[in-house]
């Protein structure tokens, strides 16, 4: 947690926790509060509001009978004081932010950072307020604030008292408000901002194992279906009396097409990585074996560059619209029919076909469960980067294509 902590004062905040539009004076907001990059960011800016002043001020001095010398000293006065005023609580509080101290001391030392960056902002102010005075009586043969004059205008000690813890108030608020005070409750608001956004996250990462969890259970299911197994072993059975090499055959093909599946299944990390390769390959098997099982009413192709093999590749996507192709395209057709699987790379995207001569779209085809799951893999995987589309043609047939970011699997 505090690895954590502190690796976040070097690294922009999460979008969510962001505060202010993105605009080039408070882009400094985009990293926390009291870091070095947010201190460098405001001091830039509050550094280049005080320098417009200062200019301001050298140029109606200049107008007086005041020499350009002492002008060009006044404004010099001004620049310094206030930017003394306010970056000297902030820096004090980025110092304590990155002495690696517990979160509970780091936030009382902050407050006392910026309590004594009040403090030194009204000695300053109080200096070079003094400096100018001098300055002015000097030039002009009187000064700037004659405090005599000011405690002759109240009648009475009690009411200049009062004016002047008025006027201390107001300068502590000023001082605060220069000073960081505003810094500080964006401080503890983003922390409570992080709270919510680690919350957050760490909610998200328990729904996607869910959700991985739930994915390898819907793999067993539908890989190792007992109808699809006891459906395959009655056809051996058929064929063993009638045809003992297809019956063989057969065997050998689900052999193959388990011995893919299984160890996959057994290794729940193992079984959310795939390449298109793999992938290719389980689909050869499984076809295969409907081949056999349907007696040669099946042909079926794959056409893939071995560079898109390579590329890694979501798994229990294809398989799913291959059984499809075979249930509801292949199956339901008098006759032979073909599946062609089809991988190719367009405008940097990869795009994996399955296509079928069968029966054609029917009405609800495309809403079944297993698409659903294709769908809801592809938003989870790449979000509106991948889609999985369904076409069919006038005379018969279907394609269904999966259309992934290549960026992303390559």
Known sequence: MMAAHRETLHQPLPDDVVVGGDYLWTRYRRYPVFSARWLAGRTLLFGSVILGFSVLTLLATMISSVTWIGALTMSSYTFIAFLLMTTTGPLCATLVRHWRLPLQRERVLVVLSLCLGIVVAYFVDSWASAEINAFMESQMGQPAYDIEAMRAHYESGAAWKGAMAIHLLILACIYGLLGGGMALRAYFGEQRRLADSRHRSELTMIQSQKRESDLRLGALQAQVEPHFLFNTLASVRALVRKDADRAEATLDALVDYLRA???????????????????????????????????????????????????PYPPLLLIT????????????????????????????????????????????????????????????????????RLTGAPDGGAQAEIRTPLDVAA
Do not use: F
């Not at 029917?362 to 297993?370: D, K, N, S, V, Y």
């Open 321 to 388: 619209l291959v059984e499809n192709a075979v249930k509801h395209g292949v199956e339901p057709k008098p006759g032979t029919g073909c599946i062609t699987i089809r991988a190719r790379a367009v405008d940097g995207a990869l795009h994996v076909s399955v296509i079928d001569d069968g029966a054609g779209l029917q009405p609800g085809i495309g809403g079944g469960m297993g698409l659903a799951n294709v769908r809801d893999q592809l938003v989870a995987r790449y979000g509106t980067r991948a889609a999985l």
């Open 261 to 311: 599946t299984i160890p996959r299944l057994r290794d729940g990390g193992a079984n959310l990585r795939s390449t298109l390769g793999e992938q290719l390959d389980l689909c050869a098997h499984y076809l295969e074996l409907m081949r056999l099982r349907t007696g040669d009413r099946l042909r079926y192709g794959i056409e893939a560059d071995a560079t898109l093999r390579a590329l």
